[in-house]
């Protein structure tokens, strides 16, 4: 009789492939480049801006709608040289490309709601250079237009 396997919890000793919080993400992320919320929005209006464009009959699906809504709802940046800007000012800092991608995607207000949203930061940081860099992603976004 078929049956399909359960993934199965690590047994005691053995280390578990995934935890974001130590940063190890698996195999499958290990060359992948997290983006923030609004470049996944700017490149979702332009493919629904070619879908308008063209000739094409067939109606965009339920779930990239919702996504561009859902990322409409929540970019925080409004012009690709803004995106720039703050992967430029992230990039100064040892962050690993998933801890740059949530500080700019969150924007937390403190150094504290920062280490508490991403466990990984913890230790890396103290709260003096924390404030400093999420001061720089503040002052990207009020200079934005």
């Known amino acids: 009789k078929p049956y399909t396997k359960m993934a ?7 280390e578990n492939e995934e935890d974001t919080t130590e940063l190890r993400f ?14 996944v929005k ?6 629904k801006a070619q879908h308008d ?3 094409d009959d067939q109606e965009l699906s339920a779930v990239f709608l919702k ?4 990322c409409q709802t ?3 940046y409004n012009s690709k040289e803004t995106i720039a800007a703050v992967r430029t000012t992230l990039q100064l800092h040892p962050l690993h490309k ?3 991608a949530s500080l700019a995607n969150l924007c937390p207000a403190t150094a504290e709601e920062a280490k ?11 709260d003096t250079s924390m404030g400093d860099i999420l001061d720089d992603i503040k002052t990207h976004i009020s200079y934005q237009y």
């Open 98 to 100: 998933f801890e740059l």
């Open 53 to 55: 464009n063209s000739d």
């Open 26 to 39: 698996g195999k499958d992320f290990e060359n992948a480049d997290a983006l923030l919320i609004s470049e």
């Open 116 to 126: 508490t949203l991403l466990p990984s930061l913890e230790g890396r940081f103290d």
């Open 74 to 76: 929540f970019s925080k």
């Open 67 to 70: 996504t561009l809504e859902y």
């Open 8 to 14: 199965e919890k690590p047994s005691e000793g053995e």
């Open 42 to 47: 700017m490149l979702l209006e332009h493919r």
